[in-house]
């Protein structure tokens, strides 16, 4: 009754030819070397499909746009013919009833044996109500679709983090998917987008070996989210030797200088954008001459500018960075300190204080 | 200490010569090496979030920013083991050598000591109390400041420190949690270390001011004990 991998493919029309390079672009992809190739082949020859299911809750579908992008056309081509066979309300061809039926049958027929991929987040105020799918909030529908698979994927900064419609004041309570599904393996690909060939990566990663890759302390694949921005940014050497940005368009913007002083999170961020970057490999945002905004970072909007290095702290309900309140705070205290010095002196002067200091200590 | 016992000691210790023997050697020798390597990393600290004007040239030819982390990470190494250093002195030296740790906070008297500074520094008392070791208030401040602020300062920095390193390093594996806890996202975690710069500073200001001023004004000597290690009493 199930198929592999493979006869899914030949099936889908995808030759084995197609079918090996495939196997050896993912070993180098995932930085396994050529002798994973074999494996990887064997593996999708033998090991019976495992399902994919992709929920949209929300979001703005930019992780799906980012995914179909996938550099390699071949990755995509392999990918979306494993992927779409199953549940992706924005890519597959099925509607309606029709459509949502497949999620039940899937449910039952690969119970605990397949994978749900999560584009967005469910909003919980209102008993879910600013986010409905199917006619059902979209939070049931979460629950229920994860309660038998084997794993989940959190697509985007949304299902990791809660994103844009998390920030400040969240009116919906969008929250994020491992705060609602709380028994399940969630691996999060946090991003807004993230790269296509980091998704493509870890699905393929997650189908090959049957397992889940290495996760960092937040659940994020060490593989792609082991480094931050600025440890392979090819800018570095301008940072290392003091040479800034100081104005937008100025001599050092043109000399294509380090964007720190124009608030760049690099330092901060941890995603393959250095690396890997976008569009197949062309271009990134450092590379366009604007900083990293840290978006696949935990809260990303509600830490201040984009543009300052040294961000404002809303904790202390003002808008206000550690320099502005430090600085102000010493300032008093330099001033306190000149004025008990001022009173220290006076006094002594009228001996106030009393002490009779000996002409000559013994 | 205790000023009751504090007097007791001097008086038995020094009823001739007036002085006592507070810091052991090992004590000033830390204080100083501590006092450079926080003014140091103060300083480059300050640098690395806010950096010095752009050089001109060949990224090649210069290593501004590498040399000022360089120094930061330097005297931080030499900060965190110091304070390692001085944390074992507690546990071996004088008693004196303990008051930076542990406070007597169940002592009514070391309370009432604590009003008595305060009273003297907003000029309501006119004679100051006669102490071995630290003033109760010093005391009190030198521990929420100093060491709380400095176990503070080593987490949050390390953890930072981890993130060049990477995740598998020692610093990474110590000291990742600290990134975690406060909700993941290590701008945050500069945000605080940053502030910990400004307490820093605050302290360092009013102590440096209480040590001169206590010297001229109080009835012991204060910043030659720190480099002697003996307290002399004026009368
Ligand atoms: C009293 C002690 C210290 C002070 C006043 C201090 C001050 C600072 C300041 C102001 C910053 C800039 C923060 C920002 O990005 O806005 C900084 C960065 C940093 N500090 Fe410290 N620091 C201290 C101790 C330490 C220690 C013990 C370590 C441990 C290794 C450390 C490691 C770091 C690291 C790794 C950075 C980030 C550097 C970078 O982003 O390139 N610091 N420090
Ligand atoms: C970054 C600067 C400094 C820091 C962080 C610092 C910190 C400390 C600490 C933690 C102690 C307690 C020592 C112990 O019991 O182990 C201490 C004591 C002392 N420090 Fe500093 N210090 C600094 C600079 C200075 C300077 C510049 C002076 C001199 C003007 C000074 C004078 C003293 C004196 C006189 C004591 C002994 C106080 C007493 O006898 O009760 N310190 N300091
Ligand atoms: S441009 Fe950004 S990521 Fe690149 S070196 Fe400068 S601060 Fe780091």
């Given at each position: 009754m199930t198929e592999t991998f493979y006869e899914v493919l030949r099936r889908q029309g995808i030759s084995r030819r197609s079918f090996l390079k495939f196997c050896s672009l993912t070993a180098t992809s995932l930085g396994l070397g050529s002798a994973a190739a074999p494996k990887i082949a064997h593996a999708l020859e033998t090991k019976p499909r495992t399902p994919v299911l992709w929920l949209h809750g929300l979001e703005c579908t930019c992780c799906s746009e980012s995914f179909i992008r996938s550099a390699h056309p071949l990755a995509k081509d392999v990918v979306l013919s494993m992927l779409s066979l199953d549940y992706d309300d924005t890519l597959m061809a099925a509607a309606g009833y029709q459509a949502e039926a497949i999620l039940d049958d899937i449910k039952k027929r690969y119970k605990g044996n397949y994978i749900v991929a999560v584009e967005g987040n469910p909003p919980l105020n209102e008993d879910g109500m600013f986010c409905i799918h199917g006619g059902r909030p979209f939070v049931d529908v979460l629950k229920e679709t994860c309660a038998d698979a084997k794993a989940i994927i959190s697509w985007g900064s949304c299902a990791s983090w809660g994103c844009v419609q998390a920030a400040k004041p969240n009116p919906t309570r969008a929250t994020p998917v491992h705060k609602v599904i709380t028994d399940k393996p969630i691996i999060k690909v946090p991003g807004c987008p993230p790269i296509a060939e980091v998704m493509t990566a870890v699905v393929t990663y997650m189908l090959t070996f049957d397992k889940i890759p290495e996760l960092d302390?937040?659940?994020?694949?060490?593989?792609?989210?082991?480094?931050?921005i600025h440890d392979k940014c090819y800018r570095r050497p301008h940072f290392d030797a003091g040479q800034y940005v100081e104005e937008w368009d100025d001599e050092g913007a043109r000399k294509g200088y380090c964007l720190y002083k124009m608030g760049c999170k690099g330092p901060t961020t941890y995603n393959a954008c250095s690396t890997t970057r976008w569009n197949n490999g062309v271009s990134f945002p450092i590379q366009s001459g604007h900083g990293c905004i840290g978006c696949s970072e935990d809260g990303f909007w509600d830490k201040g500018s984009f543009y300052d290095r040294v961000t404002d702290i809303k904790q202390f309900g003002i808008e206000s960075n550690a320099d502005k309140i430090g600085g102000t705070a010493a300032a008093v205290t330099g001033a306190a300190v000149a004025a008990h010095a001022a009173v220290t002196a006076l006094a002594r002067a009228k001996k106030k204080t009393g002490i009779d200091i000996p002409g000559g200590e013994k | 200490m205790l000023a009751q016992q504090d007097a007791l000691e001097a008086e038995q210790q020094a009823r001739l010569v007036k002085a006592v023997y507070v810091y052991e050697a090992p004590v000033r020798l830390w204080h100083w090496v501590n006092a450079l390597c926080i003014t140091l990393l103060a300083i480059t600290g300050y640098l690395i979030a806010n950096p010095l004007p752009s050089m001109p040239g060949d990224a090649s030819q210069h290593f501004v920013m590498g040399t000022i982390r360089v120094i930061h990470f330097s005297s931080a190494y030499i900060f965190a083991v110091g304070f390692i250093g001085r944390i074992y002195w507690a546990a071996v030296g004088n008693h004196h050598a303990r008051q930076i740790f542990i406070l007597p906070i169940r002592s009514r008297q070391w309370w009432g000591e604590i009003f008595h500074e305060l009273k003297w520094y907003l000029f309501l008392v006119k004679e100051p109390k006669k102490y071995v070791g630290h003033n109760p208030l010093a005391q009190l401040a030198m521990f929420l400041f100093f060491t709380i602020g400095a176990v503070y300062m080593i987490c949050t920095g390390f953890a930072l420190y981890g993130e060049g390193l990477g995740a598998e390093s020692w610093a990474g594996h110590m000291f990742g949690w600290v990134i975690t806890a406060v909700g993941g996202n290590s701008q945050q975690v500069h945000s605080l270390h940053h502030m910990g710069l400004w307490v820093t500073l605050i302290f360092v200001m009013i102590h440096i001011y209480a040590a001169i001023r206590e010297d001229i004004m109080s009835r012991q000597s204060m910043i030659s004990t720190m480099i002697s290690g003996w307290r002399m009493f004026k009368d």
């Open positions: 302390r937040q659940g994020r694949p060490k593989m792609f989210y082991g480094q931050r | -």
